[in-house]
């Protein structure tokens, strides 16, 4: 995408001044440590054994690492799964339908993205948590227990990610319009046939777009779950958890292994994302 | 001569822009650039600003040879087709932008920004920002901040192309009589060949990179010095060997000229004033298209199927149809 | 052109404005019975996810009034570590508004081998779980670090930690906008006579002013509740290298909810704040148009 106009193209040493700036700056702060990431991923064990992709292996399957991302698995499916209906739910709730309050419940779905992922911990435990909650003793009565538990760690997990989809959602909503719609309740659809049959295939880009950025978000989510839950080995711990553990507990080959895979689930999320965009906008 | 081109040549990779371009303009002319678009007048327009470099030939402006010097040295006005103007500076702080540039005392740039605000009649908009201005009004703005630092020459690059009828029109009769106030040497890009007959002194025409002529309104219209020009100028239709324009047609009920063509009127609309016929004649397979006024149809007394014979009226400019010199012939 | 990962949070970006499609206006459909209730469900959802907790933190910043609550935020210890939040936010921040935008500036307009490369660099500490991006750091700058550089335990090491996961805000909002600017309007200001750094300042940087205030806003808020990134980097050191959010932990594992909720209601307040700011921030440009 070279431009054209001559104005914009002449270069002067400013120019080169600033793209070797721009480099090495991106080199340092980014590039570099992501290589060292590597580098200590696929190191031996001990001085002397065998490093690469066997020992890289090794440390992932150590039970506690497999129940650890076995979790992570889990918690990110029900969060993404429930913030998926929720958001196109709510989405359509927002563009389509006039109630009273719609104005303020679609800055307030945006507000998720802007709390700290502690605050986020905190507030779930201020709510629900047995002893220290304002629901606490409630919920413990019928038998319920959310914080500590798995629902509490997909709670958290949900709570953070919730505006993802909504967002790539919303404008899309908005730029179709209702006339398409519209056509088809005339043609005799009902409110069920029109949304799977018009409203939907022209979302699915987007869905899927949004599905994508939750997965990735929650995968990764550390800060509201760490908060939530009792965070030990086998009992409560994820990935983002585990590496946090190992990391302090000296066995750093494992932290870098697992947080390897993070990345690596990271990058693919990146790369998706980057062939969605090509085929919504081709 | 105030702008002097020679030689000038210019590629984007295999398409040839420009081809070898000579042509001066004269101190305090108004000139129009005519031609189609993508004919390469918009890149001309841009190599004397210095937007563009040419890859052959040179550029004088003033009599200095400007071919290497940057558009900040140029001194000249540009006005864009899309205004261009600083979003985020009021009226008033456009218009001072070029002699804020030249860093002239705050009270000769308020002096020149008020005079100049005052001729393009946009004063009492002084302190609003662009985005609460019209069309019309913004490219008044743009011509405005052009013309504050004096230059010696104002380009304008199809600058009424993005208003509508009206608005485009009143311009262009205001550019004229701008022009006639503030007399500096001015060209202007258009691709309407009514803006260019209207308003410039001299109308250069462009076409596919070269200049097909150059001449005064008149004589572009008269005597047009090839089919492509003629027909860029106007509606023409061919009788026999001939172009020529549609109202330079004879309608005669009975074969009385000598050499004139019979033929069968096919089609006869009636547009306002005047009757538009579509005639069907012998040896030639498109249908000639003839304009006569409605008086004059009406005394014809003529009808679907009626048979008419076809000539030249005296005087009509015609060109030869596959005129390979390319000539004016002007028939008598 | 820009494959993004990152949709950075504030508003989204349509619906500041007054919406085009004007369905949103005039065509609305009533509730039916089914979409009252999906409104209800979804509601519901709603309050206990997010609403009810939230709700549960300000009451119980609120609890012991507000002389407590000013008690709590005023002691010493938590005050530094406010402080040096703050102090360290605005750092990066500042950093990020001219980095960012030079960044964005090369990507757009500069041509060079490896450049699309860059382009998706930009999205990786967004991308990375903020516990691995703490990680991916102290691989470099750790207590191992090839080059004998540690920051564990330093304000400078959380000042690397806040300027990486920013990386992405101010680069992000700007590139779009250079994108966009029409190149006749440098070309005006050219032969108006303007060199090409004035026509930078004076032209160009102008427009590029919101967007760098709207990605610098997002930086700041995110700067100032980082949590994840700074956990195996500050030591937590109280006066030297505690920040907020890790002060909530702190709180909360002394059994002092209220401290904690305090804290954490500061935090809300700057990000609704942020909200806030970017919504008048997105107005202001509309209106500009």
């Known amino acids: 995408m070279a431009d054209t106009r001559q104005i914009r193209s002449r270069r002067g040493p400013v120019a080169y001044v600033l793209r070797t700036f721009v480099i090495v700056y991106l080199a340092v702060l980014v590039i570099w440590p992501l290589y060292e990431v590597g580098k200590q991923t696929f190191a031996p064990t001990k001085s002397g054994a065998e490093g690469g992709f066997s020992a890289f292996l090794d440390r992932l399957s150590d039970p506690s690492v497999t129940y650890a991302f076995s979790l992570t698995g889990t918690v990110a499916f029900w969060a993404v799964l429930i913030n998926t209906l929720f958001g196109v739910g709510i989405s359509l709730l927002i563009v389509r339908y006039q109630f009273p309050g719609r104005r303020v419940l679609s800055v307030l779905v945006d507000l998720p993205m802007s709390v700290s992922p502690v605050v986020v911990g905190l507030a779930l435990v201020l709510a629900y948590s047995t002893g220290k909650g304002w629901f606490g003793e409630a919920l413990e009565s019928v038998g319920f227990y959310v914080i500590g538990t798995t629902p509490g760690l997909v709670m958290a997990t949900a709570f953070v990610s919730l505006p993802l989809v909504i967002r790539e959602i919303v404008p899309v909503l908005e730029e179709i319009g209702t006339d398409a719609e519209m056509a088809a309740s005339s043609l005799g659809a009902n409110g069920w046939q029109t949304f799977r049959r018009i409203t939907l295939p022209s979302i699915k880009w987007a869905v899927v777009y949004g599905v994508v950025l939750s997965m990735a978000r929650s995968l990764g989510e550390f800060g509201a779950v760490k908060i939530v839950s009792p965070g030990a080995e086998l009992r409560g711990e994820t990935a983002t958890l585990l590496i946090q553990n190992r990391y302090n507990n000296y066995e750093e080959p494992t932290a870098y292994a697992a947080a390897f895979v993070l990345v690596l689930a990271s990058v693919l999320a990146l790369v998706v994302v980057s062939l969605i965009r090509k085929e919504d906008h081709p | ?332 | 052109m820009t494959d993004t990962l990152v949709t950075p949070p504030g508003p989204a970006p349509t619906r500041g404005r007054p919406s085009g499609t004007a369905k949103s206006s005039g065509g609305l459909f009533r509730l039916t019975p089914t979409s009252g209730l999906g409104l209800g469900v979804a509601l519901v959802w709603f309050s206990v996810l997010v609403l009810l907790p939230l709700a549960a933190v300000v009451g119980a910043a609120a609890e012991g009034g507000f002389g407590r609550f000013w008690d709590t935020l005023t002691d010493a210890q938590t005050f530094a570590a406010l402080r040096l939040t703050v102090v360290e936010a605005l750092l990066v921040t500042l950093v990020n508004a001219v980095v960012g935008t030079v960044v964005a500036w090369v990507l757009v307009r500069d041509q060079f081998p490896g450049k699309r490369v860059l382009d998706v660099v930009i999205d990786i500490p967004f991308a990375l779980p903020t516990i691995v991006a703490g990680l991916v750091l102290l691989s470099l700058w750790g207590p191992e670090s090839p080059v004998g550089v540690n920051i564990v335990n330093t304000r400078q090491g959380i000042f690397l930690a806040l300027l990486f996961v920013t990386l992405p805000f101010v680069v992000r909002t700007v590139q779009p906008v250079l994108l966009e600017l029409d190149a006749d309007v440098e070309e005006a200001a050219a032969s108006l006579g303007a060199s090409r750094l004035t026509t930078f300042r004076r032209v160009i940087l102008p427009s590029l002013v919101p967007a760098i205030a709207a990605g610098s806003s997002l930086g700041f808020a995110r700067a100032i509740s980082e949590f994840g990134s700074l956990v195996l980097i500050s030591g937590n050191t109280p006066y030297e290298t505690e920040v907020a959010s890790l002060k909530i932990l702190k709180f909360l594992e002394g059994d002092n909810q209220a401290g904690a909720a305090a804290v954490a209601v500061l935090l809300l307040i700057v990000a609704v704040l942020t909200i806030v700011v970017l919504d008048i921030l997105s107005r202001r440009v509309a209106r500009r148009g």
Do not use: C
Not at chain 2, 226 to 252: C, K, Q, S, Y
């Open chain 2, 1 to 332: 001569m105030s702008i002097d081109v020679r030689g000038v040549g210019k590629r984007y990779g295999d398409f040839v822009a420009l081809d070898d371009i000579n042509v001066s303009l004269p101190t305090g002319q108004l000139t129009a650039l005519l031609g189609p678009s993508g004919g390469g007048k918009s890149t001309l327009l841009r190599i004397i600003a210095g937007l563009e470099t040419a890859d052959t030939g040179t550029v004088d402006i003033e009599g200095v040879d400007a071919t290497r010097l940057p558009p900040q040295k140029r001194n000249v006005g540009f006005v864009f087709q899309h205004y261009a103007v600083f979003k985020h500076m009021t009226v008033a702080k456009n218009v001072a932008f070029g002699l804020e540039i030249r860093k002239r005392p705050k009270a000769e740039v308020k002096a020149k920004v008020a005079e100049l605000l005052e001729l393009v009649h946009l004063s009492q908009f002084a302190h609003r920002l662009p985005s609460q201005l019209s069309g019309g009004q913004r490219q008044r703005l743009a011509l405005a901040r052009a013309l504050a630092v004096e230059p010696s020459v104002l380009l304008l690059d199809e600058p009424f192309g993005a208003l509508d009828a009206k608005v485009r029109k009143e311009l262009r009769d205001w550019l004229r009589r701008l022009h006639d106030e503030v007399h500096v040497t001015t060209v202007f890009v258009t691709h309407d060949q009514e803006e260019a007959l209207e308003v410039a002194d001299e109308i250069v025409v462009i076409n596919e990179g070269r200049i097909e002529q150059i001449g005064s309104p008149d004589e572009l219209y008269d005597e047009p010095a090839n089919d492509f020009v003629m027909g860029f100028l106007g509606a023409v239709t061919r009788l026999g060997p001939l172009a020529l324009r549609p109202h330079d047609i004879e309608v005669a009920v009975e074969p009385g000229v000598v050499g004139s063509t019979p033929g069968v009127v096919q089609r006869a609309l009636r547009v306002g004033f005047e009757v538009r016929l579509t005639v069907d004649v012998e040896g030639q397979e498109e249908p000639v298209l003839v304009v006569l006024s409605r008086t004059h149809a009406r005394a014809l007394d003529l009808e679907l199927g009626s048979r008419v014979w076809l000539s030249p009226t005296t005087g009509a400019t015609t060109v030869p149809v596959l005129g390979v010199p390319r000539e004016a012939v002007v028939s008598a």
